[in-house]
């Protein structure tokens, strides 16, 4: 039995184990599994290894995909870039870090862009922030990091101006904000300041539409939710774990 998984924690909103195990099926991968993996700890994840015979590969998602990157054995040269590490290949014992958030974000952000360099806002200065200001930059885009904290970001959001918000027409939720069970919750972003030259991105996938994307979308905005995003990352995952050496 080929083993892979999800760890991170909470894992209720994942998709991959659906997504894995639909392709298994459509593909006649026999002897193929994907089972999510909840740590208490990041720290827990050679015990996980040691204890689940045939494990080949893993997916990293909140809070863990910068963390993670001290209990590796190597990590490839694009996620040392990035910082945040969102793929674990397990190969004669040891693991390899890699990121396949980025060609994930690259695939959903530049049919959008149509050539444009639009000003953009990153909210959230996680993991996945981390992919998605690597995009950007290699991209040209001009960009600030909103977070919670001013250590983290280049704003925080109580400094977050209407003018800023208008002018920067690009706008990109990393955070965990809005995501099922949460729905909820949103960014607490100027939402009058957005039009109909906005593009919105949330990376959270579901509920498929949330709070932070009816707003925009009521703002008249283009809105795109994480699904692509996450298709993108998947099969990248997928070619990294069945890849030689």
């Not at 099926?25 to 996980?48: C, S």
């Not at 099969?235 to 990294?240: G, H, L, M, P």
Request: net charge positive; charged share 20%; aromatic share 8%.
């Amino acid at each position: 039995m080929s083993r892979y998984g999800l760890i991170g924690k909470p894992l209720s909103h994942s998709f991959s184990q659906a997504y894995f195990t639909a392709k298994f099926k459509r593909e006649r991968l026999i002897g193929h599994r994907y089972d999510p993996y909840p740590l208490a700890a990041v720290t827990d994840l050679h015990d996980l290894v040691r204890d689940t015979p045939g494990l080949r590969g893993l997916n990293v998602t909140i809070p863990y995909k910068q963390s993670v990157m001290p209990l590796l054995d190597a990590v490839d040269k694009l996620a040392a870039s990035v910082g945040a590490v969102n793929t674990i290949k397990v190969q004669d014992g040891k693991l390899i870090g890699f990121n396949t958030d980025v060609e994930g974000f690259r695939r959903t952000l530049h049919p959008l862009l149509k050539g444009s360099k639009p000003r953009a806002l990153v909210l959230g200065s996680g993991g996945a922030s981390r992919a998605v200001a690597f995009v950007l930059r290699e991209a040209g885009i001009k960009f600030r990091v909103v977070s919670r904290s001013r250590e983290r970001g280049d704003l925080t959001y109580d400094l977050l101006e209407p003018i800023i918000a208008q002018v920067s027409t690009l706008i990109i939720n990393t955070t965990p904000l809005g995501m099922h069970p949460e729905e909820d919750t949103f960014p607490p972003i100027p939402y009058e300041a957005i039009g109909p030259k906005h593009i919105l991105i949330d990376l959270v996938y579901n509920p498929e539409i949330t709070r932070f994307l009816a707003a925009g979308k009521a703002c008249g905005a283009t809105t795109v939710n994480g699904r692509a995003m996450l298709e993108a990352q998947a099969e990248a995952s997928w070619a990294i774990w069945n890849s030689e050496g």
